[in-house]
């Protein structure tokens, strides 16, 4: 199975400043059609989990423009331009490449 | 608007079953692969298991396999989990989830699985 690893694990950041949430998977994540199944989801508290970003960098519908996600290879970034006290919450990063799909340990952000 | 909502949760002993369905509608229910995604108190999310839009292709968790059925109706928009020999460790709030070019999509809100004698 795909191992995914996130740091930080927790990340407390200032209303306004930017965040970044770093993944790396054990293997490739590109699959046979070429693109590549790297996913960035958020569960604020009380929610089910949304998908903020598909394959590395392509933001989900509705979802605000201050978050981004790039990389390549093995190595991702998430990044929240600004943060808001609605992003608070837990961020996953997943690979839907290869079954098992398999997820990050999470990384909860919160306002300092 | 997609929805999807999922029923059938609930208190089982050890060794028991349920079934958990899914109703989806606001997409075309039909053209999409769909998939459920666990997670116990307390814990990470754990991927269960995924049907193909027309039910040729099924995967499984090593955790579930043998014990779960995936299955699917795309006439009644609805997918199913048929949980047998439950155990204390698939307690859990199960979601549905879109399969697709984005894979995943979009989640339900989930159902509570709870094994407790």
């Known amino acids: 199975d795909i191992v995914m690893t996130q740091t930080p694990l927790s990340s407390p950041v200032t209303l306004g400043q930017p965040a970044s949430i770093s993944c790396r998977s054990s293997q490739s994540l590109v699959y046979s059609d070429g693109n590549t199944y790297l996913s960035w989801l958020q569960r604020r508290p009380g929610q089910p989990p949304r998908l903020l970003i598909y394959?590395?960098?392509n933001r989900f519908s509705g979802v605000p423009d201050r978050f981004s996600g790039s990389g390549a290879g093995t190595d991702f970034t998430l990044k929240i331009s600004r943060v808001e006290a609605e992003d608070v919450g837990v961020y996953y990063c997943?690979?839907?490449?290869?079954?098992?799909?398999?997820f990050g340990q999470g990384t909860k952000v919160e306002i300092k | 608007e997609v929805q999807l909502v999922e029923s059938g949760g609930g208190l089982v002993q050890p060794g028991g079953s349920l079934r958990l369905s899914c109703a989806a509608s606001?997409?075309?229910?039909?053209?999409?692969?769909m998939n459920w995604v666990r997670q116990a108190p307390g814990k990470g999310l754990e991927w269960v298991s995924y049907i193909s839009s027309t039910s040729s292709t099924l995967e499984y968790a090593d955790s579930v396999k043998g014990r779960f059925t995936i299955s699917r109706d795309n006439a009644r928009n609805s997918l199913y989990l048929q949980m047998n020999s439950l155990r204390a460790g698939d307690t859990a709030v199960y979601h549905c989830?879109?399969?697709?070019?984005?894979?995943?999509?979009?989640w339900g809100q989930g159902t509570l699985v709870t094994i407790s004698s």
């Open positions: 997943m690979q839907a490449a290869q079954f098992p799909w398999t």
């Open positions: 394959k590395i960098s």
């Open positions: 606001g997409f075309t229910f039909s053209n999409y692969g």
């Open positions: 989830v879109t399969g697709g070019a984005t894979r995943p999509g979009y």
